[in-house]
């Protein structure tokens, strides 16, 4: 069983900075991938960015691509994603995801940006930005 807690969102103004956190805990040897996404209100989830081991690679979605940075401490367990430049838009719950699965085998942004793929999520965290 795994789980994956978010931290580290809050109100910040138009142009300026937050980075997330992700602690997972229990048995996280075995990802294969793990992402954020967000979701604003009366919108979908929408997908921000992913980290595969698999194929050694990240993804951004091209709405934050340029301003967002993900990355990992293996040794806390911890995805980070460091937001910069934040906009408006960006005003959104944040959530952690992680495939433990293996499920999947395919490559690509088309494998990594989809809710379907993850089989653990954290709780979320709230980014407001706004003046």
């Known amino acids: 069983q795994v789980h994956l807690v978010e931290s580290g969102g809050g109100l910040v103004q138009p142009g300026g900075s937050l980075r997330l956190s992700c602690a997972a805990s229990?048995?996280?040897?075995?990802?294969?991938?793990m992402g954020w996404f967000r979701q604003a209100p009366g919108k979908e989830r929408e997908f921000v960015t992913a980290?595969?081991?698999?194929?050694?690679?990240?993804y951004y979605a091209d709405s934050v691509k340029g301003r967002f940075t993900i990355s990992k401490d293996n040794a806390k367990n911890t995805v980070y994603l460091e937001m910069n430049s934040l906009k408006a838009e960006d005003t959104a719950v944040y959530y952690c995801?992680?495939?433990?699965?293996?499920?999947?085998?395919?490559?690509?942004?088309?494998?990594?940006?989809?809710?379907?793929?993850?089989?653990?999520w954290g709780p979320g965290t709230q980014v407001t930005v706004s003046s």
């Open positions: 229990g048995r996280t040897f075995s990802a294969y991938a």
């Open positions: 995801a992680a495939d433990f699965s293996g499920e999947y085998d395919c490559s690509g942004y088309g494998c990594y940006d989809r809710v379907g793929r993850y089989n653990s």
């Open positions: 980290i595969s081991w698999i194929e050694d690679n990240i």
